[in-house]
C-alpha cells in the first residue's frame, strides 16, 4: 500500500475541532469522493480508499447530491433503440 503524507499549517486540526484520526478519515472520503465524481476511479474503489461500506460511500454522494450512478446519455439512447 502506498503512503501519502500531508502536511497541514499550524492550528487547522484545532480550528476544525478534529484529531488527526478524523481529519485522515475525512480527508480520505473526500478524495475518494472527488476521484469518483470525476470518473477516475470506480465506486468500490472510492469506497475502499474512504474507508467505509459501499452502502456507506452511496450515502455519502447522496448527501452531497452527487450521481449515485453515472449515465452516459449517449449510451442510454443506444440501448433504447435496441430494444
Known amino acids: ?3 501519502l503524507t500531508i502536511e497541514l499549517p499550524e492550528g487547522v486540526l484545532s480550528s476544525l475541532h ?3 484520526g478524523d481529519a485522515e478519515k475525512d480527508v480520505r472520503l473526500v478524495i475518494a469522493i472527488e476521484w469518483y465524481r470525476r470518473g477516475a476511479i470506480s465506486q468500490g474503489r472510492a469506497a ?4 467505509v461500506p459501499r452502502a456507506d460511500f ?3 454522494l447522496a448527501a452531497r447530491k452527487i ?3 453515472s449515465v452516459d446519455l449517449d449510451e442510454l439512447r443506444q440501448e433504447i433503440e435496441l430494444e
Open 67 to 69: 450521481d449515485v450512478f
Open 1 to 3: 500500500m502506498a503512503t
Open 58 to 60: 452511496i450515502d455519502a
Open 18 to 20: 478534529q484529531s488527526p
Open 48 to 51: 475502499e480508499l474512504a474507508g
